[in-house]
């Protein structure tokens, strides 16, 4: 259980920090029209994962990494 705890603990700071996972990056720019569903599937090692992810139809500006650029270069 501990060992679970650290690595939730760990994947939320860095969520915090501005870090972003692979399938992150790849719902990305799936999103922006700069890749193909495909072409994510192909880079994506996790692809159960990322087709979660594109089934919850998160949006680019919830994400951690999006609001940092907005405000980076607002």
Excluded: D, W
């Amino acid at each position: 259980k501990l060992k679970e705890y650290g690595a939730k603990h760990e994947k939320a700071q860095a969520r915090q920090e501005g870090m972003i996972t692979m399938n992150g990056s790849l719902l990305h720019l799936f999103q922006a029209g700069k890749i193909s569903y495909e072409q994510a599937m192909l880079f994506t090692t996790r692809q159960k994962e990322f087709e979660q992810l594109v089934a919850r139809g998160t949006p680019l500006s919830r994400s951690p990494m999006r609001r940092q650029m907005a405000v980076t270069h607002a």
